[in-house]
């Protein structure tokens, strides 16, 4: 259901872009029914309209503009933040691209033998996610990202999902009609309703310390409880060998959570749930498209 480990891109982000992206978002972002959050979670992306905002200054076609929410962010300062958005998100979707998920390469071969159309990874997930820490203004300390354990609907456009799915068929591969047909026994409820199927596809997230603690030691945890194993984001890996980790996963099948963070004292070892020093761990990543979205009549060549 996952893959985690080394990031092997390097992201060149410097104090100075992580201080305009903490200044662009400065609340805690978006209010999910799925789930609710400590620190700050944002998502943001194309919006299908001919509705534009002239705060943004944006001067391209109106249909192509990013969707904010103006009053929990500074948005005199998208045109900023943006580039740096895509640069990384671009990055994470590259990343999962490399990793083996079947998912994005069969919607896109499914789309392309029935339509003609070709997509790619970065129209079938175009929403950037962007985590991090927020300051507190009763305690006074910075309060990292954290949530409850969840479970998203990850799946892509119905009719790709259904292209997807007759894809599959047509294969006559065996190894992947099986794979397939085990996600759809072990999760039926995720994976196609009484009318149609859901094709889940892959979340990827990357997971950045942007400073190191000599004093105090974090333990944080992502766990994907419905899969039984976790991946350590703990402020281990700032140094000169590792300095990010990624993750992909089924977000649409596995429940999953990002734990509270513990520190502990490197040399008293005593340990405090309250952040004893400024926040570390910065998180981005892409997500699929769950807007419907009208596409080409399917078209059958023998």
Request: charged share 20%; hydrophobic share 30%.
């Amino acid at each position: 259901m996952g893959r985690f480990g080394t990031y092997p891109r390097k992201t060149p982000l410097s104090r100075g872009h992580m201080k305009l992206l903490n200044e662009t978002y400065p609340s805690s972002g978006l209010s999910r029914h799925c789930t609710a959050h400590e620190g700050k979670f944002y998502t943001c992306h194309f919006r299908y309209s001919d509705m534009s905002n002239s705060n943004m200054a944006q001067v391209s076609s109106p249909s192509q503009h990013f969707y904010f929410d103006e009053r929990k962010m500074h948005v005199s300062l998208l045109n900023f933040s943006q580039p740096i958005l895509n640069f990384i998100a671009n990055k994470a979707i590259q990343h999962c691209d490399s990793v083996g998920q079947v998912q994005m390469g069969i919607v896109r071969q499914a789309v392309l033998s029935s339509t003609k159309e070709k997509v790619e990874s970065s129209t079938i997930a175009p929403h950037i996610i962007l985590t991090g820490w927020k300051f507190n203004e009763v305690t006074k300390c910075n309060e990292p990202f954290a949530n409850m354990e969840h479970v998203e609907n990850d799946e892509c456009l119905p009719e790709w999902g259904e292209l997807a799915d007759d894809y599959i068929v047509e294969s006559g591969c065996t190894a992947l009609i099986d794979y397939f047909k085990n996600m759809q026994r072990m999760y039926p409820a995720r994976t196609h309703t009484t009318s149609r199927i859901k094709f889940q596809c892959p979340t990827t997230c990357v997971w950045m310390h942007t400073h190191i603690c000599d004093v105090f030691e974090s333990n944080q945890q992502f766990v994907l409880s419905g899969a039984g194993c976790s991946w350590d984001i703990s402020n281990y890996f700032p140094n000169d060998i590792v300095n990010q980790v990624s993750g992909t996963f089924l977000a649409g099948l596995v429940d999953h959570v990002s734990t509270q963070t513990m520190w502990s004292h490197r040399l008293n070892h005593m340990v405090t749930l309250i952040c004893p020093t400024n926040g570390t761990l910065l998180a981005w990543g892409s997500d699929p498209n769950k807007n419907k979205k009208k596409i080409k009549n399917k078209s059958k060549t023998k």
